[in-house]
């Protein structure tokens, strides 16, 4: 009905509505620490989604996925937890399909990001910080509560397969195009772990040489798990969006080739280099990202080409790695000395 509607008016082609903008994020080579000649390093910058992060592909998909099931029904209401992109990428899925948004956050969560979700019109229920995984007032078992409660669809990001689904059915899809069937590194920081293991089962199955390498923050029960089988418990650490003090059902270890950790200070010291010589200006874990490239570096061919996940701006986090107070009230002032 609307084409046939935008051919009558003669409107010009365009997206119907932002969730057709999202994913085509562009590539962008990174040169930090990469020889010339050398291996291609290409950042693909998933801030170029319509809210910001990566987590625009996987909200957008699970969402329409489930109201073309009837799983949600029309006019219905969605709840997830989450301190960081997942909320306004929520918001906004569910501002343009005509849905409720709920949006459980801890207290520490940054008062710009809340603000953003309220933007889009969703309702935000805020919950004690020091409340862990467990604990029924916390942010993770009040949003499973309240979806049980009022039948509400739970998005559950860190256990949903098709979350995982997502990143392989688009996300990987993508990946393989955009570097025409060329890839041979991966690498990708794991938060739920649905886009890492989404992208990299895709990738495995077009060639089984290319590696997958999943990028970890130090504290977080990843490592431990990948490396060792050993479930520990997580450790603080300052980096948002990837690590994790729970192991998640969206995460499949299988799907690792080899894992690399970083530590905050080498994340914040990383992106803030980068944004200062080549104007990539990413969140931490973007230079976690890049720094975990700088590990691989030495092992690199010149025909190797490497995809490194960009998940979301520095934008984000002006007053926090990008603010050398910041970093110096936090323990890090060290990660603020950067090239000259
Ligand atoms: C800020 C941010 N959000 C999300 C993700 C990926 O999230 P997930 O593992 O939940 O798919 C990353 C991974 O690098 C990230 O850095």
Not at 8 to 31: E, F
Not at 255 to 274: G, K, L, M, N, P
Not at 314 to 340: F, I, M, P
Request: net charge negative; with cysteine.
């Amino acid at each position: 009905m609307r084409i046939i509607y935008t051919l009558m008016k003669n409107h010009l082609p365009a997206a119907q509505s932002v969730i057709d903008l999202i994913g085509n994020t562009p590539l962008v080579t990174l040169r930090y620490g990469v020889p010339d000649p050398g291996p291609q390093v290409l950042a693909k910058l998933e801030w170029n989604n319509p809210t910001g992060s990566v987590k625009d592909r996987m909200t957008a998909y699970v969402i329409q996925r489930a109201l073309a099931a009837g799983t949600i029904p029309p006019g219905g209401t969605v709840v997830d937890n989450t301190s960081g992109n997942t909320g306004s990428a929520l918001a906004m899925v569910c501002a343009v399909l005509g849905l409720r948004a709920v949006v459980v956050t801890p207290e520490k969560t940054s008062r710009e990001k809340i603000d953003l979700v309220k933007a889009y019109g969703a309702e935000v229920i805020v919950t004690p910080t020091e409340a862990d995984h467990d604990d029924p007032s916390g942010a993770y078992q009040t949003a499973r509560r309240l979806a049980r409660e009022n039948g509400w669809f739970d998005l559950d990001q860190y256990n949903s397969q098709s979350n995982v689904e997502a990143h392989y059915m688009t996300t990987g899809p993508e990946i393989w195009r955009q570097t025409e069937g060329r890839i041979t590194h991966f690498v990708c920081g794991i938060g739920s772990g649905g886009t890492f293991s989404g992208v990299a089962r895709y990738l495995k199955k077009q060639r089984a040489d290319i590696a997958n390498i999943a990028v970890d923050i130090e504290g977080s029960v990843f490592t431990p798990f990948v490396t060792e089988g050993r479930e520990v418990e997580g450790q603080p650490y300052a980096v948002e969006g990837i690590g994790s003090d729970v192991m998640t059902g969206a995460f499949h270890p299988d799907t690792v080739d080899r894992i690399v950790t970083i530590s905050d200070a080498e994340a914040f010291q990383t992106a803030r280099i980068i944004a200062r010589t080549e104007g990539i200006c990413g969140g931490g874990s973007s230079g976690a990202i890049a720094a975990a490239v700088q590990r691989l570096v030495p092992e690199l061919h010149e025909s190797d080409l490497v995809i490194a996940m960009f998940a979301d701006s520095g934008l984000r986090y002006l007053s926090k790695c990008y603010n050398d107070d910041w970093l110096a009230e936090h323990g890090y002032a060290h990660a603020k000395e950067t090239v000259t």
